[in-house]
């Protein structure tokens, strides 16, 4: 079964009359690594179709290899444009799902029902979750079948406050994805600006800003081996 990358439709940065999407770093590093463990993925977003890509993020990248295998790989290229429509997916047919961060997120993938069920039900079933950066947004109206919200209580981190005011975003997000995790009852935790920090919880895993990205793509991978493990087990 195939892991859900669940993207943003999202274009519009606020009012700054900026471009936005998802932040390149934070899909190509967990892509990459699935695909290499040998790891079946799907694409996915609110709407279907195009993927859109924040500029900025090709330029924090443009100068690595990760970003040069991008620019030659067609097929990835091609399932960018060509996303599934996130309210198709199955969550009975994917083994789980990460949602890249970026700040498109931030507008289309909080209160999107079909992220919200497909959340639920992954976890219902006992498959992981991940967000990274801005996309522990996704998790703040998730419910626990008991319908409490899923983070009151929980072990999470995403960007931090301090990051989105050192890119001095503060005043043109809709939220604070720190203080709205935090007001939800959350156990928000982070480390320094810039720097890689992963939260496990049982199946939710987060992680705060694009360095990051490897970590929670490990722990991925681990907790979906871990899964098969246990259905083979005698």
Not at 25 to 47: H, S
Not at 163 to 186: F, I, Q, S
Request: charged letters at 20%; glycine letters at 8%; a negative charge.
């Amino acid at each position: 079964m195939s892991v859900a990358f669940v993207l943003t439709s999202h274009t519009v940065l606020g009012d700054t009359g900026r471009s936005t999407g998802l932040w390149l770093e934070e899909f190509l590093v967990p892509y990459y690594a699935l695909i290499d463990a040998g790891q079946p993925v799907l694409l996915a977003t609110p709407k279907g179709g195009i993927a859109p890509i924040d500029p900025a993020s090709i330029d924090a990248i443009k100068d690595s290899e990760i970003y040069a295998r991008f620019v030659k790989d067609a097929e990835l290229h091609h399932a960018l444009e060509s996303t599934v429509e996130l309210s198709r997916v199955d969550a009975a047919s994917v083994t789980g799902a990460i949602y890249p961060g970026g700040h498109g997120p931030l507008w289309d993938l909080r209160h999107d029902p079909a992220s919200i069920r497909l959340i639920e039900t992954l976890l219902a079933r006992e498959k992981p979750v991940a967000t990274i950066c801005h996309a522990g947004c996704a998790l703040l109206e998730v419910k626990k079948g008991d319908g409490s919200l899923l983070v009151n209580g929980l072990n999470v981190t995403a960007f931090s406050d301090s990051e989105e005011a050192a890119v001095a975003m503060v005043e043109h997000v809709p939220y604070l994805v720190e203080t709205d995790l935090k007001e939800r009852g959350a156990h928000y935790t982070k480390t320094s600006d810039w720097d890689d920090h992963c939260v496990q919880d049982g199946l939710v895993i987060t992680g705060q800003n694009p360095a990051s990205s490897a970590a929670v793509a490990m722990k991925v991978l681990a907790q979906i081996n871990k899964n098969k493990e246990f259905l083979h087990a005698p």
